[in-house]
């Protein structure tokens, strides 16, 4: 059986070093699968055989470190510290360089002596390069030993390059010094990895978030019956535990004493609080509102709503979508191409100079660090470099991962889980939605649906509540139901008679009260046709109805099916307005689902269906070209919730169910699909805008820095700023709306 592991890895800094862990891990024996993630820089490996150590081993000979998630958390702060402190240092020094070679270049200002000035460059660009950037260079070391390079062999290459000119010109060799151009570029790389390393932080800030939604303490009552406050930690299965108003539910569990309104916002996205009472479950992390209340715990630890969650996200976090396939197959040959390129254009400036510069005197006056009259190696040095720093991979390499990790996490936080990264780009193509009914488009539990009467409608349903109100059958509870909604008080009856299977006789307010079936009615000679139209127009629909008679008169009728969710008539609206056709799959009979279809506005019916029938038909719907999400809660749903390119379950559904989906909607409500679906269309369009800037940029900037236009500087300053910015634009996802 296999075994699953997920490690922290060290080092990473660009697509390239992802794939360099990924190839390296695969050559472990025993090793099955391998998804490393530059965002959240974790490696998720599935293997039969291996351990450990081997994996630390490998990775290790290939210039980065593995660290187990234990590891990894206690360095992350002092790792975020050191790189801030690399930064501060490099720049304390290259700065004052940096202003000296900048007042020559631009202005032609020389500052001191030109010797001392040299040998001041030289020095001081000394540490910046080789110490405070030993990571880099180490890394570039041992990309040449394994051939397998990444950004940093790049950056390592271009800042040897550079500041190897001056170990030249100290030997006597014409040449320009370009020392202080590495140390820039090496310290402009730090402002981009420490900024890059900040925004990535929070792009993964989705888990953190979601762990600090939990309870950090509980009240717990003990058989004494004293209050005890303890660690959620220390909660076990049976505990009972008191939650106050404007407290948290510690972990999930049931009420068993007490009566609240709950805020289930961070599990289910929605606003407008639940109300609860004895018997109902409730779910760590939710807010009580109103009421105390005493909850025995059911669930401890992993086990949790909200510990499931965050490990579904941390699981969705770590795939792939398919379009990223194609951006690591361009990552892994353009590094090489680079170098490549590089190698070229040193050679071309280095054995035809003068074609170079009749090119740089065309741009002249509109570029200030142009220079026609450097030496061959000057100028094919100075172009060689830019074009090495320009080219580096990185946005390509966080344009996808990075806005999943920010789109999952908004997903998680309005009631949405996506289970893997594919979904997200084949949910954006969806243009048909097909639903099961019972459960997912209803409630999946009697409801009223209709009521016809000659009294007012609530004081109708106040009788016949007030009658039903004795009567455990699940269609009597409907009706009292209705009216507790209403908010409409019951009265007691003075004598009460049940017929099995017919009716129930009472007295209430001195009058005698019949409710039951017609079958009931005519038995008991109380006349029907006056509602008999009715009657027979709801049982078409599938509905069954309830008569009520006062003093043997026949006053009205109740028509109660399964109700429809109170979103559902939006959510269809908003689908259709979103140019997705609906259809309804059921096992219902074809008059009920028509009547049902018409009520929420869906396209298109079939039913008395088998579950096999169910999957057929997403499967012709399939064939007719159609992209097709299935929504479904049950166990006869999981067929064709697999068979769907997309499939959606509702959270309140079966485990089965869940479990085959694609897309998990922690909540009953039908909105979650109009989110889970506008949210893949925007976070699939955040990635196809990050690789197109992250191509786009490549494309201009490449050719300038090979025609010598580009100062490598400038050309690492745009490197850095082209990643952030693909960051921030990802990090853009955590304001779009929803709703």
Known sequence: MSERAEYAVEG?????????????????????????NLSDKKAVITYKEGDEASFKKAVANAGYKLNTMEEAEEKELEHLKRE????????????????????????????????????????????????????????????????????????????????????????????????????????????????????????SQAIKQLLELGAKSAHRLNESG??????????????????????????DGEIIDGESSLDESIATGESIPVDKKTGDKVIGATVNQQGAIKVRIEKVGKETFLARIIKMVEDAQGTKVPIQAFADRV??????????????????????????????????????????????????????????????????????????MVGMG????????????????????????????????????????????????????????????????????????????????????????????????????????????????????????????????????????????????LIGIVGIADAIKHDSRQALAELHNMDITTVMLTGDNRRAARAIAGEVG???????????????????????????????DGINDAPALKQADVGIAIGTGTDIAIESADITLVSGSLMGVVKAIRLSRATFRKIMQNLFWAFFYNVIAIPLAVLGLLHPVIAETAMAFSSINVVGNSLRLKRVSLE
């Open 12 to 36: 990473m800094t660009c697509a390239s070093c992802v794939l360099n862990v990924e190839k390296a891990l695969k050559k472990v024996p025993g090793v099955e699968t391998v998804s490393v």
């Open 84 to 203: 801030k402190r690399r930064l501060v240092i490099a720049w304390a020094i290259t700065l004052p360089l940096s202003i000296k070679m900048l007042a020559h270049m631009l202005f032609g200002i020389t500052i001191g002596d030109h010797t001392v000035s040299f040998v001041i460059d030289l020095a001081a660009a000394f540490p910046v390069v080789f110490i405070i950037g030993w990571p880099v260079i180490r890394t570039t070391l041992l990309s040449l030993k394994t051939f397998n390079f990444n950004m940093d062999s790049l950056i390592g290459i271009g800042t040897v390059a550079a500041y190897s000119t001056g170990i030249l010109k100290l030997f006597g060799i014409q040449i320009e010094n370009f020392a202080v151009v590495g140390a820039m570029i090496m310290s402009i790389n730090f402002i981009g990895n420490y900024l890059k390393e900040m925004a990535t932080g929070r792009a």
């Open 226 to 251: 004293t209050i005890e406050d303890v660690p959620v930690e220390e909660l076990e299965i049976g505990d009972i535990v008191l939650v106050r108003p404007g407290e948290k539910v510690p972990v």
């Open 331 to 404: 990552t892994a040959i353009f590094v090489p191409i680079v170098l490549a390129l590089s190698l070229g254009t040193f050679l071309f400036w280095f054995f035809l100079p003068e074609t170079g510069n009749q090119i740089l005197r065309t741009f002249q006056d509109l570029i200030p660090w142009i220079n026609p009259g450097r030496g061959m190696l000057s100028a094919a040095l100075f172009a060689a470099i830019a074009t090495l720093v320009i080219a580096c991979p990185c946005a390509l390499g966080l344009a996808t991962p990075t806005a999943l």
């Open 410 to 553: 908004k997903g998680a936080v309005n009631g949405v889980l996506i289970r893997n990264g594919e979904a997200i780009q084949t949910a954006q193509k969806i243009d048909t939605v097909v639903f099961d009914k019972t459960g997912t488009i209803t409630v999946g539990k009697p409801g009223v649906r209709v009521i016809k009467s000659d009294l007012p409608e609530d004081e109708f349903l106040r009788l016949v509540a007030s009658v039903e109100n004795l009567s455990e059958h699940p269609l009597a509870r409907a009706v009292v139901q209705a009216a507790e909604e209403r908010k409409i008080s019951l009265a007691d009856c003075d004598s009460f008679e049940s017929l099995t299977g017919r009716g129930i006789r009472a007295e209430l307010d001195t009058q005698r009260v019949e409710v039951g079936s017609l079958k009931f009615f005519q038995e008991s000679g109380i006349e029907t046709s006056a509602y008999e139209g009715n009657i027979h127009a709801l049982q078409a629909e599938g509905s069954t109805v309830i008569l009520a008679a006062r003093e043997g008169t």
């Open 602 to 632: 869906i396209d298109r019916v079939e039913a008395e269906l088998l579950p096999e029938d169910k999957i057929e038909i997403v499967r012709k719907l399939q064939a007719e070209g159609k992209t097709v999400a299935m929504v479904g």
